[in-house]
Each structure stands twice: as C-alpha cells, then as structure tokens.
C-alpha cells in the first residue's frame, strides 16, 4: 500500500462541477492499493499519516503530526501510485488490486480514519475526480507499508 502525503492548507475534490469534499488545513493522501495489500497493511499506513510529523511547531521545525494541529484528512483512490514505470514507455499495473479489492481497502481505510478521531473526507472511488489543493511548504512525503 502506498501513499503520497501532501501537507496542504485547503484540498478540494470536484466531481462533474460539483464539490464532494474539501479539508482547511490537514494531509490530502492520495492511496494507491497493490493486490497483495490487506486491512494490517491499512492500519500501519494510517497510523503513518495520522502520526507522521509534518507540521511545524512554534520554532519552524516539523515535530507535529495531524492530530496535534487539529488537521483534517482528505484521502483519495490513485491506483496510478502502483504502476510500475521501470520499463518502456507505459506504465504497467499489473502490481495493483482489482476494482473490487481495491474499493474494499479504500472505504476500509477510510473508516478506520474516521474512527480514529480525525476529521476525514473522501473522494469517490473510481471517478474522474478533479483535485485542488494549496500545498504548503510545499510538502510532500511517499509513503509504502
């Protein structure tokens, strides 16, 4: 499993014009699921972004996470994060889950995000979704379990 954490002031998903998600200040997380990921993958990979110290404290530097700035999360499907770019001049997928497990993962991924406590949106699995965002920093971390 895999996710690209970017630091944001504002994230926004639209969907055929209209809006379906939007954060202030938080983690915009675009998720990628690999066929071999399972629910402990998940959980590992949430407790790293809820946990991971990106914002900065009082003196400039990155010692606090999500839920110490009362941050929100906007997590996003990208199976594109599994492609395997190594060879050629197109990606493969042959790495990422099916349609159907990968959904599964996703809206798993995003209850437990929910439960955890933290103010959590989503985009729509599967949907031309357009994404905007003001990356702050910017700041931007790949993370894999």
Known sequence: MIGLIQRVT????????????SIGQGILLFLGVHKE?????????????INYRIFTDKDG?????????????LIV?????VADTNKGQRPSFSAGASA????????YFIT?????GI??????????MHVSL???GPVTFSLEV
């Open 61 to 73: 530097k990155m010692n606090l996470n999500l839920q110490q700035v009362g941050g929100q999360l």
């Open 10 to 21: 504002q994230a926004r998903v639209t969907i055929d014009n209209k809006d379906v998600a």
């Open 100 to 107: 159907q497990w990968g959904e599964y993962l996703y809206r």
């Open 112 to 116: 437990r995000g929910q439960q955890s």
């Open 134 to 136: 003001v990356n702050d």
């Open 37 to 49: 990921d399972d629910e402990a993958k998940a959980n590992k990979l949430l407790h790293k972004v």
């Open 77 to 81: 499907s990208q199976f594109t994060l």
């Open 119 to 128: 103010d959590c949106q989503s985009g729509q699995f599967g949907a031309d």
